[in-house]
């Protein structure tokens, strides 16, 4: 039976730097990491949250939205997360917005469920990111995002348009048996790194 968890619950761990581990849960409630007790401002109406938590869901359900970002009004909110982020073989029923985020370490999407529209954009991922089978429904953006050690999409399957425009990868990058059921914008996308898969030729 899964258990049932309120978001609310999760960011009063984060704030007390707890490492978090669930495991076959349904999250409750927009997860909005912006807006933390660590978060400091980092110029005029910016203001960005670290996380120094290691965060693990692993086949969870998340029924509301991921925030990484946010804007109110003129001010900005922003993420970096410090340790591993694991959301593997999860399932989201809403949008997630990482645009601007920092993830200093290993991200973990790989056999994850998106069926609402899903925004990396501007996002720098300075670890592995795995993204190894997992299932984008609605629009997918990466658009001018930094893949620094390994991005890897093989066995991934986009239903809706993809957007890599100006994106560089800049490590190995693995898109073996990938597939792309609409379209998929590679617009000054910079292929620095290994390729393996062949979107790139």
Do not use: P, W
């Not at 049932?4 to 490492?19: Q, R």
């Not at 581990?21 to 807006?35: H, Q, S, V």
């Not at 957007?163 to 914008?185: C, P, R, V, Y």
Request: hydrophobic share 35%.
């Amino acid at each position: 039976m899964q258990k049932t968890i309120e978001s609310k619950e999760i960011l009063e761990k984060i704030n007390n730097k707890e490492n978090i581990y669930y495991e076959n849960a349904i999250i409750k409630g927009n997860l909005d990491f912006t807006n933390l007790i660590s978060q400091i401002r980092i110029g005029k109406n910016m203001y960005r949250s670290y996380i120094d938590s290691v965060l693990v869901f692993e086949n969870c359900i998340f029924e509301d939205k991921i925030i990484g970002f946010k804007k109110d009004g003129n001010d900005l909110y922003f993420t970096t997360f410090l340790k591993d982020l694991n959301f593997s073989n999860s399932r989201f029923n809403n949008s997630l917005e990482f645009i601007f985020t920092h993830f200093q370490t290993h991200l973990d999407f790989s056999y994850a469920t998106f069926n609402d529209k899903v925004q990396f954009r501007e996002a720098i991922f300075s670890g592995y990111a795995d993204f190894t089978n997992a299932n984008f429904s609605k629009e997918t953006g990466f658009i001018e995002s930094f893949f620094t050690v390994k991005a890897d999409f093989k066995e991934s399957t986009f239903k809706n348009k993809v957007d890599f425009s100006q994106t560089h990868f800049i490590g190995f990058n693995d898109f073996e048996n990938a597939k792309f059921l609409d379209k998929i914008d590679l617009s000054e996308t910079k292929f620095i790194g290994t390729s393996k898969g062949g979107i790139n030729a």
